[in-house]
């Protein structure tokens, strides 16, 4: 394995680790102990780390050591902003141009996704959403636009992730949007396609509140 593949496998394992909470927001970073964790030397570690400060993943205090950033709750609800009016625009695209195979790739997401639900799988189920998501952008030809948008999803994603873990918030919405969603997408009824993205996305304002009284030592204004 080359430096940039050492360098690009710690950055993924590390990002991946704050997005699911594993990381847990506000704990101290330990060079050391991730270099044990990952079974690689200091220079990928460092590498990583210096990615991920730049994206405010992870922030450094003078004089006290480096952190897990705490999930920023402004840039929650510019992503929500952003992710809403794109998405909006992006599935009334994909009403023109989705195709009966796109249909049943969008139908297999689903029933994957409802699988490990019941499993309560929440790393592939947070994926699979993903997933749904992003084959409407690619099925609008927008795929780097959902490239573009992980960079402003990272505190958006944090927060999505850490909300399947709150046993209050059921998983039954997102599923039960999906097949509305999937089910206007073959009706290209874009009218009311726009109605249920709003509808999906914003559900995050309330369920935000939810997770904040769970999880109060994890957010910061």
Not at 1 to 14: G, L, R, V, W
Not at 58 to 63: K, S
Not at 132 to 149: E, P, R, S
Not at 202 to 211: A, Q
Request: hydrophobic share 40%; glycine share 2%.
């Amino acid at each position: 394995m080359t430096t940039t593949n050492f360098q690009h496998k710690a950055y993924e394992s590390i990002k991946n680790s704050i997005l699911s909470a594993e990381l847990a927001p506000g704990s101290r970073v330990s060079e050391k102990e991730l270099e044990e964790r990952l079974e690689m030397g200091r220079t990928p570690i460092r590498e990583a780390i210096i990615r991920l400060r730049r994206e405010e993943l992870i922030r450094v205090i003078p004089q006290s050591g480096t952190y897990v950033a705490k999930i920023n709750l402004q840039q929650i609800e510019e992503a929500r902003f952003v992710r809403e009016t794109l998405e909006k625009n992006i599935f009334v695209v994909a009403c023109d141009l989705a195709t009966e195979e796109n249909y049943h790739e969008l139908e297999k997401l689903l029933v994957l996704q409802k699988t490990y639900a019941t499993l309560k799988d929440e790393a592939t189920f947070f994926q699979l959403d993903e997933d749904f998501h992003h084959l409407v952008y690619q099925i609008a030809n927008k795929n780097h636009v959902w490239n573009w948008l992980q960079s402003i999803n990272l505190q958006l994603n944090r927060f999505r992730f850490l909300r399947l873990e709150v046993a209050g918030l059921s998983w039954d919405v997102i599923l039960n949007d999906h097949e509305q969603i999937l089910q206007t997408l073959k009706e290209r009824d874009k009218e009311k396609i726009v109605a249920l993205i709003g509808t999906h996305i914003d559900v995050i304002d309330n369920d935000l509140k939810v997770v904040k009284q769970a999880y109060p030592d994890y957010f910061e204004e």
